[in-house]
Antibody, heavy 114, light 107 residues
Framework: QVQLKESGPGLVQPSQTLSLTCTVS????????VSWVRQPPGKGLEWMGA???????DYNSALKSRLSISRDTSKSQVFLKMNSLQTEDTAIYFC????????WGQGTLVTVSS | NIVMTQSPKSMSISVGDRVTMNCKAS??????IAWYQQKPGQSPKLLIY???NRYTGVPDRFTGGGYGTDFTLTINSVQAEDAAFYYC?????????FGGGTKLELK
């Protein structure tokens, strides 16, 4: 069955770079897009960006200057890197498949704090 | 960029009532809208896609409607388990922007 699972550090210091991994199973990254979505505590959902089945990427314009999404199809993994983190980047980070988002990971909480 | 505006921000209703929540797009998005339900501590769940198509396993008390810029999610005969946040989202063409959400509380 389709599964996605996020992993990464729970705590990142301000100004540092966040690196997250989404490991997928039950589908191929060469046939499906994967997006990253985040949700600050007590707030709504924000689409961050996506990597398409062909490998090209698309980003939320508000994050584009800080964000990079890549993948390793041989490992069924999608990566998120975002630099210059600030406290307002504290959030649960989800990865999802396709559009609409019928499949979601459980999310991983990232806290930006010194 | 397209902005998705949901209203109301919150609503409190009784079990068995009918409720309608709204989502307005700042530009014409055709029928490229999805609705999600999110309960505390859980990932969002897809309810409706392409404005009016119910996703697999979603109870038929959930109905989506609208086209262009104005969309609705209606829940007929609300159940206790429907207490949650509901989000609309532009789909198909990116950016896949979410609305700010509507909180549904049960009295």
């Amino acid at each position: 069955q389709v599964q996605l699972k996020e992993s990464g550090p729970g705590l990142v210091q301000p100004s540092q770079t966040l690196s997250l991994t989404c490991t997928v199973s039950g589908f191929s990254l060469t046939s499906n897009s994967v997006s990253w979505v985040r949700q600050p505590p007590g707030k709504g959902l924000e689409w961050m960006g996506a990597i398409w089945s062909g490998g090209s990427t698309d980003y939320n314009s508000a994050l584009k200057s800080r964000l990079s999404i890549s993948r390793d199809t041989s490992k069924s993994q999608v990566f998120l890197k975002m630099n210059s983190l600030q406290t307002e980047d504290t959030a649960i980070y989800f990865c999802t498949r396709g559009t609409p988002f019928a499949y979601w990971g459980q999310g991983t909480l990232v806290t930006v704090s010194s | 960029n397209i902005v998705m505006t949901q209203s109301p921000k919150s609503m409190s209703i009784s079990v068995g009532d009918r409720v309608t929540m709204n989502c307005k797009a700042s530009q014409n998005v055709g029928n490229n809208i999805a609705w999600y339900q999110q309960k505390p501590g859980q990932s969002p769940k897809l309810l409706i896609y392409y404005a009016s198509n119910r996703y697999t396993g979603v109870p038929d008390r959930f109905t989506g409607g609208g086209y262009g810029t104005d969309f609705t999610l209606t829940i007929n005969s609300v159940q206790a388990e429907d207490a949650a946040f509901y989000y609309c989202q532009r789909i198909y063409n990116s950016p896949w922007t979410f609305g700010g959400g509507t909180k549904l509380e049960l009295k």
